[in-house]
């Protein structure tokens, strides 16, 4: 039996490979708690320096958490369930580097929550995006019910959680829910674009940028603004901003 879960290289970038194009790459627990050890690794692995998550074929990047499995649960272990999801946005979430998510065709259910936990999502032309829970006669339990109005407005939100209806990847631009369309042919190679650029820049900076980013939402203004304050005097402790402003000053690139 092949890896449902696939990792490769490009210099620091690594993909991640959701690898059950069969099942349109639905998320069972086994691929859950694997694809949350590989996430994990490569978070503290110096070698990479950002993640792209996307799926196996052309068809879906993940159309959700599998149903097969969820068919058979009860009050308990759905609620276990849920947490064994969470735990694998946590762990994109908390990654001290850029996780940008390719969005290659479906992204259902726990797919599209996989996405949302992503810092960034590119998606491709043939993409469709959705919370069809409610059909299921269930609800979102990946933080879809969280994430997706922090990011698109609890209006949109709800008109997508309450219709379960799928949007194209034109419309999720348009609410701000994934940040460009590409060709499918085109998609990898332009997410890692966009984290080749990343990777110019200083990669404490990314980390800390992102933590201030990622914590100080949840947070009253004042305390994200403490919060961006003291991550901002811990960067200036760095080798990494001396020899970003010294680079400027040089007129040379920087070497970090
Ligand atoms: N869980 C388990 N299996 C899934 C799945 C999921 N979330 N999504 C798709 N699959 C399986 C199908 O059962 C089918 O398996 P089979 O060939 O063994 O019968 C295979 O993947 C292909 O899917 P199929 O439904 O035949 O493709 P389609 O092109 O007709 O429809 C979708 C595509 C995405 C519209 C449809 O598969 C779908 O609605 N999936 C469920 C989406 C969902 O509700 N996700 C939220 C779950 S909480």
């Not at 369930?81 to 762990?91: D, E, K, M, V």
């Not at 890692?192 to 949840?218: C, D, E, F």
Request: aromatic share 4%.
């Amino acid at each position: 039996m092949s890896e449902s879960v696939l990792v490769a290289r490009d210099g620091r970038i690594a993909v991640v490979t959701v690898n059950r194009p069969d099942k349109l790459n639905a998320l069972n627990r086994d691929t859950i708690a694997l694809l949350r050890a590989r996430i994990e690794e490569l978070a503290s692995d110096a070698a990479v320096g950002a993640i792209v998550v996307t799926g196996a074929g052309e068809k879906a990047f993940v159309a959700g958490a599998d149903i097969a499995e969820l068919a058979e649960q009860g009050v308990l272990d759905g609620q276990a369930n849920a947490h064994h999801g969470q735990g694998l946005t946590a762990a994109i979430e908390t990654a001290p580097k850029p996780v940008l998510a390719a969005i290659n065709g479906f992204a259902l259910g726990g797919g599209l929550e996989l996405a949302l936990a992503c810092d960034v999502r590119y998606a491709s032309t043939n993409a469709k995006l959705g919370l069809p829970e409610v059909s299921l006669g269930i609800i979102p339990g990946y933080g879809g019910t969280q994430r997706l109005p922090r990011l698109v407005g609890a209006g949109k939100a709800l008109e997508m959680v309450l219709t379960g209806d799928h949007i194209s990847a034109e419309d999720a631009l348009r609410i701000g829910l994934v940040q460009g369309v590409f060709q499918p042919g085109e998609l990898l190679d332009q997410v890692k674009a966009v984290a080749g650029r990343m990777l110019k820049r200083g990669p404490t900076a990314l980390a800390l940028a992102k933590q201030a980013v990622r914590r100080g939402i949840h947070m009253p203004i004042a305390d994200g603004l403490r919060l961006e304050a003291d991550l901002f005097g811990m960067i200036s402790s760095t080798e990494e901003m001396r020899e970003g402003m010294r680079a400027f000053l040089e007129k040379r690139k920087p070497s970090w």
